[in-house]
């Protein structure tokens, strides 16, 4: 059956897109119009998919940005947090995807260039304490390193929620999805001015009540706080060992901001 609008719910379930769109969507995918295929398929469903989700519990949101996603409105879909690196990695993300200079590239940067920036905006130090955070004294390169792993890691799993694309083994495509990182300061004057200034705190914050980023996928749902923050996961290591759970504040010394990661 080829794509179109469609005369009823029916019609639009056995289109040959929608099984692997319904599970995209219940795993916390985001789906654009990178998304060829699917993403023309849910504009033509979309009148008859809003109501179908609901019943389910959630509900089928088409963000003016240009894509996709599926939102909780209840528990009967499973719940689980995005981790704390996951949160500070998307809205640094989300910096860049607002820097004119990124969209000049196509939308491209470097997973360095991501560990980069996130060093030059929290301060090298900073950003070891919030990912790192370990109570004993290890070796500095270690300690680089495992928080290297954090951000690549967390660029893999925000790839598979359909926030940016993994083109190589270094090369990643910023996705308009991003753009859900930066709910919490869409109001003020300069957002990625505000967004900014919350990286540097090393602050996961969403966004209050129903506005909450919160993400379906097959192992749950992000959750947060009564003061909008994320809450954290039951990740181990992911997590932090000195901080509470889902609040950052761990600034960065003016002293130690020139710190760079070495190669």
């Known amino acids: 059956m080829s794509s ?62 240009g894509y996709f996603y599926l939102l909780p409105t209840t528990d009967r879909l499973g719940k689980r947090h995005l981790s704390v690196p996951e949160m500070l990695v998307g809205q640094a993300l989300a910096l860049m995807y607002l820097d004119p200079l990124t969209v000049q590239k196509g939308g491209n940067v470097t997973r360095e260039e991501v560990l980069s920036h996130l060093a030059s905006v929290m301060g090298t130090d ?35 929620l359909g926030f940016v694309e993994i083109l190589t083994a270094e090369q990643v495509r910023l996705r308009p999805a991003l753009l859900r990182f930066a709910d919490p300061v869409r109001g003020a004057d300069s957002p990625a001015e505000a967004l900014a200034k919350l990286v540097a705190k090393g602050e996961a914050v969403l966004g209050d009540g129903a506005d909450a ?34 609040e950052l504040s761990n600034e960065a010394d003016p002293e130690e901001d020139d710190n760079e990661f070495e190669e």
Do not use: C
């Open 126 to 160: 900073a950003l070891m304490r919030v990912l790192h955070g370990k109570k004993r004294r290890v070796d500095e390169r270690v300690a680089q390193e495992a928080v290297r792993h954090k951000v690549y890691d967390a660029i893999r799993r925000l790839a598979g």
């Open 4 to 65: 179109g609008h469609f005369a009823d719910l029916g019609e639009a379930v056995l289109h040959e897109h929608f099984p692997e769109v319904d599970v995209a969507l219940r795993r916390g995918r985001h789906i654009d119009q990178h998304d060829v295929g699917w993403y023309e398929f849910l504009v033509d469903a979309n009148g008859f998919l809003e109501p179908f989700y609901k019943r389910f519990g959630a509900e089928l949101v088409h963000v003016a940005d």
């Open 213 to 246: 980023l919160e993400l379906e996928d097959a192992e749950g749902a992000l959750g947060t706080d009564e003061t909008g923050r994320a809450q954290r996961s039951d990740e181990g290591d992911d997590e932090l060992a000195d901080s509470d759970a889902g």
